[in-house]
T-cell receptor, first 112, second 116 residues
Framework: TQLLEQSPQFLSIQEGENLTVYCNSS?????LQWYRQEPGEGPVLLVT?????EVKKLKRLTFQFGDARKDSSLHITAAQPGDTGLYLC????????????FGTGTRLKVLA | DAGVIQSPRHEVTEMGQEVTLRCKPI?????LFWYRQTMMRGLELLIY????????DSGMPEDRFSAKMPNASFSTLKIQPSEPRDSAVYFC??????????????FGPGTRLTVL
């Protein structure tokens, strides 16, 4: 069974601080996605990374896919209260399937 | 586009009753996914369809759960009989494997199910 472990599980920080969320597995994924979910809503896609070592930036968010395609990180610079939410990584096992395994989630709260 | 539509948004029922959750995917999307989210287990894939055909139902917990997709614009997830441990938020998502944004899953707002 493929598992995606995220750390930390919970994170409460002050506005303006930097943070990094990790997504780790012992399995190789053909691609990995990051989603953000707000209370009462479904997850919304932030980014998809496909190539080992790939780095993508989305304003203050930087995403990296590990060289071996087993792990990923999300770094937020100068966090803002609007970044508050549940961050989920999701890995696609092989290119022949459209099944994504979701990570355990990181619940972020940014205090003003 | 209205996005993925789910109904009802909230459902409260008693143990043993039948529950039917409904989903209308985004027009033109050929993949439809049903997920269940709980605090303990996170977001779990139950089943997904491609062109209305079930492809992988390995996540369906047991025979009490069934899903159908009679056409490209409608899917149901049925639980019969329901049990308290089925209480969760159930999400439907759809995606396309073509074009810009392919493989991006668009999630509905979810149905919060409470089984008493």
């Amino acid at each position: 069974t493929q598992l995606l472990e995220q750390s930390p599980q919970f994170l409460s920080i002050q506005e303006g601080e930097n943070l990094t969320v990790y997504c780790n597995s012992s399995s190789v994924f053909s691609s990995l996605q990051w989603y953000r979910q707000e209370p009462g809503e479904g997850p919304v896609l932030l980014v998809t990374v496909v190539t080992g070592g790939e780095v993508k930036k989305l304003k203050r968010l930087t995403f990296q896919f590990g060289d071996a395609r087993k792990d990923s990180s999300l770094h937020i610079t100068a966090a803002q209260p609007g970044d508050t939410g549940l961050y989920l990584c999701a890995g696609r096992a092989t290119s022949g399937t459209y099944k994504y395994i979701f990570g355990t989630g990181t619940r972020l709260k940014v205090l003003a | 586009d209205a996005g993925v539509i789910q109904s009802p948004r909230h459902e409260v029922t008693e143990m043993g009753q039948e529950v039917t959750l409904r989903c209308k995917p985004i027009s033109g999307h050929d993949y439809l996914f049903w997920y269940r989210q709980t605090m303990m287990r996170g977001l779990e894939l139950l089943i997904y369809f491609n062109n209305n055909v079930p492809i992988d139902d390995s996540g369906m917990p047991e025979d009490r759960f069934s899903a159908k997709m009679p056409n490209a614009s409608f899917s149901t997830l049925k639980i019969q009989p329901s049990e308290p441990r089925d209480s969760a938020v159930y999400f439907c998502a759809s995606s396309s494997n073509q074009g810009v944004g392919r493989n991006e899953q668009f999630f509905g707002p979810g149905t919060r199910l409470t089984v008493l």
